[in-house]
């Protein structure tokens, strides 16, 4: 039929053909690279929400098989690079990019490469910004990536983050990231005696606990952070600016031991 379509491109047998795969595809395991050329073949066509569907549908298929169950990930790879190539149409590729990034960054996070994972879900995530399990695993390697990284860099990565995704700004789980990451810079700078940048570090957090009532926040990072301070300036003499430090601090972690040891002994 493909030989006839070439010689005489008749409407009826377009017909034959777009049938002819709809039949071929279900029944393929894609065992042979050449197997992916009927999905190729079927974007040609113009039932465009059909054709998504099924290209959607095959390639879940083939995650499945091939990655999720045997494990062959390089073989994933190399299909998701052939689709990639021969795909024409992006509203079709956007649906198996989705599913590459997302299910091969889950694969790597066994394979204990943070680094590769992480831009597996970026990749995902600028594709489904408002995706909650993309979102998910986007700050649950973004946490691993950053404790792994000197406490300044982190700071200038999830700030990156947050003028990137715009939506993570809702993102309970980042924010709380993102305040845990602003009290360790804090701590940094008020332990090598930077106290001006110590400051501008607790100011961003308490703007941001402002700007998102509810959220948690890891207790003792906020008493080591605003007793450091107040170490800093009652060594100083500077008592009721020490008092005040622990008080500050008091107002986002009121039940934090080493704060109410500091404000006792006033």
Same mark, same amino acid.
Do not use: W
């Given at each position: 039929?493909?030989?006839?379509? %070439?010689?005489?491109?008749?409407?009826?047998?377009?017909?034959?053909?777009?049938?002819?795969?709809?039949?071929?595809?279900?029944?393929?395991? +894609?065992?042979?690279?050449?197997?992916?050329?009927?999905?190729?073949? %079927?974007?040609?066509?113009?039932?465009?929400? &059909?054709?998504?569907?099924?290209?959607?549908?095959?390639?879940?298929? @083939?995650?499945?098989?091939?990655? @999720?169950?045997?494990?062959?990930?390089?073989?994933?790879?190399?299909? &998701?690079? +052939?689709?990639?190539?021969?795909?024409?149409?992006? !509203? /079709?590729?956007?649906?198996?990019?989705?599913?590459? +990034?997302?299910?091969?960054?889950?694969?790597?996070?066994?394979?204990?490469?943070?680094?590769?994972?992480?831009?597996?879900?970026?990749?995902?995530?600028?594709?489904?910004?408002?995706?909650?399990?993309?979102?998910?695993?986007?700050?649950? !390697?973004?946490?691993?990536?950053?404790?792994?990284?000197? @406490?300044?860099?982190?700071?200038?990565?999830?700030? *990156?983050?947050?003028?990137?995704?715009?939506? %993570?700004?809702?993102?309970?789980? &980042?924010?709380?990231?993102?305040?845990?990451?602003?009290?360790?810079? *804090?701590?940094?700078?008020?332990?090598?005696?930077?106290?001006?940048?110590?400051?501008?570090?607790?100011?961003? &957090?308490? @703007?941001?606990?402002? !700007?998102?009532?509810?959220?948690?926040?890891?207790?003792?990072?906020?008493?080591?952070? /605003? !007793?450091?301070?107040?170490?800093? +300036?009652?060594?100083?003499?500077?008592?009721?600016?020490?008092?005040?430090?622990?008080?500050?601090?008091?107002?986002?972690?009121?039940?934090?031991?080493?704060?109410?040891?500091?404000?006792?002994?006033?």
């Amino acid at each position: 039929m493909e030989k006839s379509y %070439l010689f005489y491109p008749s409407e009826n047998t377009e017909n034959l053909l777009y049938h002819c795969l709809i039949k071929i595809i279900p029944s393929l395991n +894609y065992e042979k690279p050449g197997d992916l050329d009927y999905l190729v073949k %079927l974007t040609r066509y113009s039932s465009e929400e &059909f054709i998504k569907k099924t290209i959607n549908s095959e390639f879940l298929k @083939i995650t499945e098989m091939y990655l @999720i169950n045997k494990g062959e990930s390089e073989y994933y790879d190399e299909i &998701f690079k +052939y689709l990639s190539e021969k795909i024409k149409n992006n !509203s /079709y590729l956007k649906g198996i990019a989705y599913t590459y +990034y997302f299910e091969k960054g889950k694969f790597l996070i066994s394979n204990d490469k943070p680094a590769d994972d992480h831009n597996l879900f970026m990749n995902a995530l600028e594709l489904a910004p408002n995706d909650k399990d993309i979102q998910a695993a986007f700050v649950q !390697s973004l946490k691993v990536i950053l404790e792994q990284s000197d @406490i300044y860099e982190a700071v200038e990565k999830i700030e *990156a983050c947050s003028d990137k995704f715009r939506r %993570l700004s809702v993102n309970r789980k &980042f924010i709380e990231l993102k305040m845990a990451v602003y009290l360790k810079a *804090a701590l940094r700078s008020i332990n090598t005696n930077n106290v001006t940048e110590g400051e501008e570090y607790l100011n961003k &957090f308490e @703007i941001l606990h402002k !700007s998102v009532p509810g959220i948690m926040v890891e207790d003792h990072l906020v008493g080591e952070a /605003y !007793s450091g301070l107040s170490v800093f +300036y009652f060594k100083r003499g500077l008592y009721n600016k020490a008092k005040e430090c622990l008080q500050r601090g008091l107002k986002y972690a009121p039940d934090n031991k080493q704060l109410k040891i500091g404000i006792s002994s006033f």
